[in-house]
């Protein structure tokens, strides 16, 4: 059964990466694929939500699917704002994982862990 499915998940994801200059062929898989992505982030956000760096991975997840949906609808309609904007987002996104890294290496050398529960005596 899984071995009829692959020809097709294959040809799925060569039309993903390759747009054809501009025309996209099965643009709804794409968005559902990258709906799926964000879902799939979100989920893990809500389940793994006490360990800090499950949580900026989750966040970074869903940050490439919106980045990815700009960058599919800016290739659809032919307009380069879409771009543009995904851009400025993951300049945003690069910064604030930055910052989210360098707090969690001054959680780990303040408590040896990474875990929300641990830190309740940090009163800031």
Request: some cysteine; aromatic content about 18%.
């Given at each position: 059964?899984?071995?009829?499915?692959?020809?097709q998940?294959?040809?799925?994801?060569?039309?993903?990466?390759?747009?054809?200059?501009?025309?996209?062929?099965?643009?709804?898989?794409?968005?559902?694929?990258?709906?799926?992505?964000?879902?799939?982030?979100?989920?893990?956000?809500?389940?793994?939500f006490?360990n800090?760096?499950?949580?900026?991975?989750?966040?970074?997840?869903?940050?490439?699917?919106?980045?990815?949906?700009?960058?599919?609808?800016?290739?659809v309609?032919?307009d380069?704002?879409?771009?543009i904007?995904?851009?400025?987002?993951?300049i945003?996104?690069?910064?604030?994982?930055?910052?989210?890294?360098?707090?969690?290496?001054?959680?780990?050398?303040?408590g040896e862990?990474?875990?929300y529960?641990?830190?309740?005596?940090?009163?800031?």
């Amino acid at each position: 059964m899984i071995v009829f499915l692959i020809p097709q998940f294959m040809n799925f994801f060569s039309d993903f990466i390759f747009f054809n200059f501009g025309y996209v062929s099965n643009i709804s898989d794409i968005l559902s694929f990258l709906f799926l992505l964000y879902m799939l982030g979100l989920v893990g956000l809500v389940i793994n939500f006490r360990n800090f760096l499950v949580a900026m991975m989750c966040i970074e997840l869903m940050y490439l699917s919106i980045i990815m949906s700009f960058l599919v609808h800016a290739n659809v309609i032919q307009d380069p704002k879409g771009q543009i904007y995904a851009l400025l987002f993951l300049i945003i996104a690069a910064s604030e994982s930055a910052v989210g890294l360098g707090l969690l290496i001054v959680l780990f050398r303040f408590g040896e862990a990474i875990n929300y529960y641990q830190y309740t005596q940090l009163r800031g």
